[in-house]
């Protein structure tokens, strides 16, 4: 399984609760299989929180399919943006709190007065090691979605 670290920028503003997918012309992310996951991190700035600068694990999504943009949403055009990873919705966890794990992403001698945005430009796959961090940082919301999954969550 693949874990891949994506920072969502525009979280506040763009999150909708549908999961309607993820677009990007990241190679990286145009060859994720089902059931790999998509670990979603956005700046404190993004959530309104007082620690602009900070990273936030907002979501973890399941990957249902990653396939070529077939170019069906203006907002995405398919010159722009290559490939659309679809998240599996019942797999797919969003946090009922953001959790602070800048402590975890940011680089080691890196400026906290540097937005997290700007050290994760990019997707980039996740250690086995970062994996369980973040876990553990998410503590119990994220383990009991986890197990459960969002069915028993659903509102």
Not at 84 to 103: K, M, S
């Amino acid at each position: 399984m693949t874990n891949v670290l994506l920072y969502w920028r525009d979280y506040r503003k763009n999150v909708t609760g549908d999961y309607a997918g993820w677009h990007s012309n990241s190679a990286l992310l145009g060859r994720l299989q089902p059931g790999d996951r998509l670990w979603l991190v956005t700046s404190g700035k993004s959530l309104g929180h007082e620690a602009e600068q900070a990273g936030f694990l907002v979501a973890v999504w399941q990957v249902a399919e990653a396939i070529e943009n077939p170019g069906d949403e203006p907002a995405y055009p398919r010159d722009q943006y290559r490939f659309r990873v679809v998240p599996d919705g019942v797999e797919c966890i969003t946090l009922n709190e953001p959790i602070l794990v800048d402590h975890i992403l940011r680089p080691a001698h890196s400026s906290k007065a540097v937005s997290i945005g700007r050290y994760l430009q990019g997707p980039r796959k996740l250690d086995e090691s970062t994996v369980r961090r973040l876990r553990v940082a998410a503590g119990p919301d994220l383990a009991i979605k986890w197990l459960k999954g969002n069915r028993a969550w659903a509102s």
